[in-house]
């Protein structure tokens, strides 16, 4: 049974940084793609990034582009979201996800991915 679960969310002013963990259980992590999803209040959730399975390659939300960085860790199991120049806007639950399939660069679309974490609550105060 794949788990996935965040932590790393909090406060934080607007101009910080915060650092996102996401750790996996229940399969080989390092076959697969994970991928990070926000949902802000009153608003669908939205894709922020996808990295990989190797970690070589990654792909952002125009939002979060050259502000945030996904990276993992395939010998610990876990991914990362390293947010920076953080802004107002960015306040949301962030949720990491992983597709079901492995070796697939899922597309940035909610329904390509299959296990979901429990979300961390990330609020940036102006």
């Known amino acids: 049974q794949v788990q996935l679960v965040e932590s790393g969310g909090g406060l934080v002013q607007a101009g910080g940084s915060l650092r996102l963990s996401c750790a996996a259980s229940g399969r080989t992590f390092s076959e697969y793609a994970m991928g990070w999803f926000r949902q802000a209040p009153g608003k669908e959730r939205e894709f922020v990034g996808r990295i990989s399975w190797t970690g070589s390659n990654t792909y952002y939300a125009e939002s979060v582009k050259g502000r945030f960085a996904i990276s993992r860790d395939n010998a610990k199991s876990t991914v990362y979201l390293q947010m920076n120049s953080l802004k107002p806007e960015d306040t949301a639950v962030y949720y990491c996800?992983?597709?079901?399939?492995?070796?697939?660069?899922?597309?940035?679309?909610?329904?390509?991915?299959?296990?979901w974490g429990q979300g961390t609550q990330v609020t940036v105060s102006s």
């Open positions: 996800a992983a597709p079901d399939s492995a070796w697939y660069s899922a597309p940035p679309y909610e329904n390509r991915y299959r296990y």
